[in-house]
């Protein structure tokens, strides 16, 4: 997984100062914002030993190739996840993590969306994201903002062979479901306690076809009004938190 060389919002350069403050070169801000949010995040910044230097929002704007910044962007120093996804699977596995919970996203080239993604994964608790090299966006300054944090948390692997990679997690006994309009049960139908990935499709589109034969299964979402289909990211969230709910161990009356 790499990030990008810049970073922009309050919550990607927050997450890059907690994780890795020595990853960041220096760190622009908005002085003629003195907002308590400003505030305390220019503490946060001292606090972790960054370089500041004061600009303006244009200047500010032209670094992050954004509007959207919050008066505040970083540049950084790349941080690769060297390891592969096997080499992911194995560290659960010696960590004792019987049951991976993977998002498999097949076609997003929206970086929001991507973006989104990322940030319910991180939120539900999946050890990691898939898409394929082609016909998919990978991780930018647009994602990492909107991800707020959590393209620099969760593992975003880009593979070549979207299907081989497929099948190479059904040898590892990872149930592969894909979800689409047309299945025969719905996510609230079927265990997603045990090893899972989880598979959608862009909008519109949705998975391709060889994508949609290497699947185990299909589930659906019920969409009880007019309106036909869940755009990817919530669509995303509600797989990964029925399988969180699923996989939450009922409290103690």
């Known amino acids: 997984m790499s990030s990008p060389k810049v970073l922009f919002g309050f919550h990607a350069v927050g997450v890059r100062m907690k994780t890795a403050p020595k990853s960041i070169i220096e760190v622009y801000f908005e002085t003629t914002r003195r907002d308590a949010r400003?505030?305390?995040?220019?503490?946060?910044a001292k606090e972790a030993g960054v370089r500041l230097i004061e600009a303006d929002a244009p200047r500010i704007a032209k670094l992050a190739?954004?509007?959207?910044?919050?008066?505040?962007?970083?540049?950084?120093e790349e941080i690769r996840d060297t390891r592969t996804?096997?080499?992911?699977?194995?560290?659960?596995?010696?960590?004792?993590?019987?049951?991976?919970?993977?998002?498999v996203l097949d076609g997003v080239t929206d970086p929001h969306n991507l973006g989104?993604?990322?940030?319910?994964?991180?939120?539900?608790?999946?050890?990691?994201?898939?898409?394929?090299k082609d016909h998919a966006v990978g991780i930018n300054a647009t994602v990492a903002k909107v991800a707020s944090g959590a393209a620099e948390t969760v593992p975003y692997f880009m593979v070549t062979n979207l299907a081989r990679t497929l099948k190479e997690l059904k040898a590892r006994n990872v149930w592969i479901i894909g979800t689409s309009d047309d299945a025969p049960n719905t996510v609230y139908q079927v265990d997603l306690k045990g090893p899972v990935a989880l598979v959608l499709g862009a909008e519109g589109d949705g998975m391709r076809q060889l994508t949609r034969k290497t699947c185990d299964e299909l589930i659906g979402i019920p969409m009880m009004g007019a309106v036909s289909s869940l755009n990817v990211s919530v669509a995303s969230g509600v797989c990964l938190y029925e399988a969180l709910r699923q996989r939450t161990p009922p409290k103690a009356a």
């Not at 190739?65 to 950084?76: I, K, L, N, Y």
């Not at 194995?90 to 919970?101: C, M, R, T, W, Y």
């Open 85 to 103: 996804l096997d080499e992911l699977l194995d560290d659960l596995e010696e960590a004792g993590v019987a049951s991976p919970l993977l998002l």
């Open 116 to 132: 989104a993604c990322l940030r319910v994964a991180d939120g539900a608790g999946a050890h990691a994201v898939i898409a394929p």
């Open 38 to 44: 400003m505030r305390q995040f220019l503490e946060r």
């Open 65 to 76: 190739g954004s509007h959207g910044h919050q008066g505040v962007a970083a540049r950084v």
